[in-house]
Protein backbone atom coordinates (compact mmCIF):
# COMPACT_ATOMS: atom_id res chain seq x y z
CA UNK A 1 0.00 0.00 0.00
CA UNK A 2 1.13 3.59 -0.65
CA UNK A 3 -0.33 6.82 0.69
CA UNK A 4 -0.26 9.93 -0.87
CA UNK A 5 -0.79 13.35 0.43
CA UNK A 6 -1.10 16.62 -1.49
CA UNK A 7 -0.32 20.06 0.15
CA UNK A 8 0.27 23.43 -0.80
CA UNK A 9 -2.25 24.57 -3.19
CA UNK A 10 -4.27 27.79 -2.59
CA UNK A 11 -5.24 31.43 -4.36
CA UNK A 12 -3.05 33.26 -6.63
CA UNK A 13 -3.22 36.15 -9.45
CA UNK A 14 -1.86 35.40 -12.71
CA UNK A 15 1.93 35.39 -13.39
CA UNK A 16 2.39 34.17 -9.31
CA UNK A 17 4.34 30.52 -8.14
CA UNK A 18 2.80 27.83 -5.84
CA UNK A 19 4.72 24.52 -5.11
CA UNK A 20 2.70 21.29 -4.25
CA UNK A 21 3.92 18.78 -2.43
CA UNK A 22 2.94 14.94 -2.15
CA UNK A 23 4.62 13.21 0.75
CA UNK A 24 4.85 9.18 0.21
CA UNK A 25 4.20 7.04 2.82
CA UNK A 26 3.90 3.10 2.96
CA UNK A 27 5.34 0.60 0.27
CA UNK A 28 7.28 3.40 -1.03
CA UNK A 29 10.16 1.07 -2.31
CA UNK A 30 7.81 -0.65 -4.55
CA UNK A 31 7.05 2.75 -6.60
CA UNK A 32 7.93 2.50 -10.36
CA UNK A 33 7.32 6.66 -11.22
CA UNK A 34 5.06 9.43 -9.87
CA UNK A 35 3.08 12.17 -11.97
CA UNK A 36 1.23 15.20 -10.84
CA UNK A 37 -2.58 15.27 -12.85
CA UNK A 38 -5.00 18.06 -12.78
CA UNK A 39 -8.52 18.75 -13.17
CA UNK A 40 -10.40 21.46 -14.18
CA UNK A 41 -14.41 22.17 -13.65
CA UNK A 42 -16.64 20.30 -16.42
CA UNK A 43 -12.94 19.05 -17.96
CA UNK A 44 -11.25 15.51 -18.06
CA UNK A 45 -8.51 14.49 -15.29
CA UNK A 46 -5.28 15.59 -17.21
CA UNK A 47 -1.30 14.57 -16.65
CA UNK A 48 0.53 17.69 -15.81
CA UNK A 49 3.92 16.08 -15.37
CA UNK A 50 5.48 12.82 -14.90
CA UNK A 51 9.15 11.75 -13.09
CA UNK A 52 10.52 8.15 -13.48
CA UNK A 53 12.56 6.73 -10.21
CA UNK A 54 15.66 7.32 -12.55
CA UNK A 55 14.68 11.10 -12.68
CA UNK A 56 13.85 11.46 -16.29
CA UNK A 57 10.55 14.09 -16.67
CA UNK A 58 7.73 14.75 -18.78
CA UNK A 59 5.56 17.48 -19.45
CA UNK A 60 2.11 18.54 -20.78
CA UNK A 61 2.57 21.30 -23.38
CA UNK A 62 0.83 23.59 -21.51
CA UNK A 63 2.81 23.53 -19.16
CA UNK A 64 6.51 22.59 -19.88
CA UNK A 65 8.77 25.65 -19.46
CA UNK A 66 6.69 26.73 -16.63
CA UNK A 67 6.20 23.93 -14.34
CA UNK A 68 9.04 21.41 -13.01
CA UNK A 69 8.16 18.19 -11.22
CA UNK A 70 11.03 17.04 -9.18
CA UNK A 71 11.64 14.30 -6.17
CA UNK A 72 13.20 14.65 -2.37
CA UNK A 73 13.95 10.93 -1.66
CA UNK A 74 15.23 11.66 1.67
CA UNK A 75 11.97 13.42 2.51
CA UNK A 76 10.06 10.94 0.43
CA UNK A 77 8.17 13.65 -1.08
CA UNK A 78 7.65 14.80 -4.72
CA UNK A 79 7.03 18.68 -5.47
CA UNK A 80 5.47 20.48 -8.45
CA UNK A 81 6.67 23.88 -8.88
CA UNK A 82 4.63 26.41 -11.09
CA UNK A 83 6.15 29.42 -12.13
CA UNK A 84 3.98 32.30 -14.35
CA UNK A 85 0.63 30.76 -13.41
CA UNK A 86 -2.42 31.30 -16.18
CA UNK A 87 -6.35 31.16 -14.56
CA UNK A 88 -6.74 28.13 -17.16
CA UNK A 89 -4.03 26.65 -14.56
CA UNK A 90 -7.07 26.76 -11.76
CA UNK A 91 -7.96 23.16 -11.13
CA UNK A 92 -7.43 20.54 -8.47
CA UNK A 93 -4.31 18.98 -8.69
CA UNK A 94 -3.80 15.38 -7.74
CA UNK A 95 -0.64 12.91 -6.96
CA UNK A 96 -0.51 9.63 -8.53
CA UNK A 97 1.91 6.89 -8.49
CA UNK A 98 2.41 3.76 -10.13
CA UNK A 99 2.99 0.46 -8.56
CA UNK A 100 2.13 -3.03 -8.55
CA UNK A 101 -1.21 -0.92 -8.50
CA UNK A 102 -2.26 2.68 -9.37
CA UNK A 103 -2.27 5.37 -6.48
CA UNK A 104 -3.64 8.49 -6.25
CA UNK A 105 -4.43 11.41 -3.84
CA UNK A 106 -7.01 13.10 -2.59
CA UNK A 107 -5.91 16.21 -4.53
CA UNK A 108 -5.37 19.74 -3.51
CA UNK A 109 -7.16 22.88 -4.91
CA UNK A 110 -5.05 25.67 -6.97
CA UNK A 111 -6.77 29.23 -8.14
CA UNK A 112 -5.53 31.47 -10.34
CA UNK A 113 -7.19 34.99 -10.59
CA UNK A 114 -7.19 36.78 -13.25
Known amino acids: QVQLVESGGGLVQAGGSLRLSCAVSGSIFSINAMAWYRQAPGKRRELVAH???????NYADSVRGRFTISRDNAKNTVYLQMNSLKPEDTAVYYC????????WGQGTQVIVSS
Open 51 to 57: ITSGGTT
Open 96 to 103: RAWAAENY
